[in-house]
């Protein structure tokens, strides 16, 4: 029983592993069809969630070593280790509050200026004589906008040979694959061991498939999603261009009154002087 056990404990840590890298790819597939309605919908015009996808596998990683660190300091405790009890303890608490700083400051980070962003700030200055030197600065953020991001590049159609390809471009995407590919060795050395235990074998190759199709579906939902943003970009980077040009217009129309206005502030300022 003692050999059966230490057979299948490799194989036992391949699939708790491979359980967290799972999380990663429904929490990437399910952010960006999400993010993918959403912006169909209308209802948002910036992708905020699945850029973030990866908190919900590092709060699942913080979840299972604090798990692990309890019982390895409860075994520390029980044997008379108090010191080094104390030590793993206070370990935990740093790490889960380290966790729960890096997700809170992904998650509540403010948006990087974008071409909605501009739009918006062009429509609430609609009707409004504006500076030159606003006008100017909101040119230059637009100038920067177009050099960090090119938004004339075709993006490749989101079919399943794309998205293969698409899948390389996160690492994360191939971490699960990889982790379910190493599970199935594992049991397959395992069950070598152990014949009554064959059955876990099919389970694992069923891992390593559902694994690769997910990886490729979420991959398309993302370039799917970078589509769509990409689209939306450049729409509102037309309006942009028509409301400065709007803007610029009326920053350039002269004043009903002005010539009147300083006439009389020139003859008050004389007769003052007078």
């Known amino acids: ?59 699942a990683i913080a979840i299972v070593g604090v798990g692990f660190g309890l ?18 303890g206070l370990s935990l608490v ?55 991001g090119d938004i004339s590049q075709k993006l490749p159609h989101p079919s399943f040979g794309a998205s293969i390809g698409w899948v390389f471009r996160r690492p994360q995407r191939i971490v ?6 190493a599970m ?20 694992a190759a069923a891992a390593v498939v559902l694994g690769c199709l997910l990886a490729v579906a979420g991959a398309r939902a993302s370039l799917t999603l970078v589509a769509a943003v990409r689209e939306a970009q450049v729409a509102h980077r037309v309006d942009v261009v028509h409301l400065l040009a709007e803007a610029e217009r009326s920053a350039k129309k002269p004043v009903a009154g002005l010539g009147d206005r300083v006439a009389r502030a020139l003859q008050i300022l004389r007769e003052q002087q007078g």
Do not use: C
Request: cysteine-free.
């Open 176 to 181: 699960p694959p990889a982790f379910a590919v």
């Open 184 to 203: 199935l060795v594992f049991v397959a050395i395992a069950a070598s061991e152990d014949p009554a235990g064959r059955w876990a074998v099919a389970l």
């Open 94 to 148: 740093v790490g889960v509050v380290a966790a729960w700083l890096v997700i809170t400051v992904a998650v509540t980070k403010p948006a990087a200026d974008s071409y909605r962003a501009i739009r918006d700030e062009l429509l609430d200055l609609a009707g409004t004589r504006v500076q030159q030197q606003r006008l100017d600065s909101l040119r230059a953020r637009l100038a920067t906008l177009d050099t960090e």
């Open 1 to 59: 029983m003692h050999l059966m056990n230490a057979a299948w404990m490799p194989a036992a840590i391949a699939f708790a592993a491979w359980l967290v890298t799972f999380s990663l790819q429904l929490a990437d597939l399910g952010t960006a069809r999400f993010d993918s309605r959403r912006l169909a919908r209308g209802a948002r015009t910036v992708v905020r969630l699945h850029p973030v996808a990866w908190v919900i596998p590092v709060a």
């Open 71 to 88: 019982d390895f300091a409860t075994r520390l405790l029980v044997a008379g280790s108090t010191v080094f009890s104390i030590i793993v």
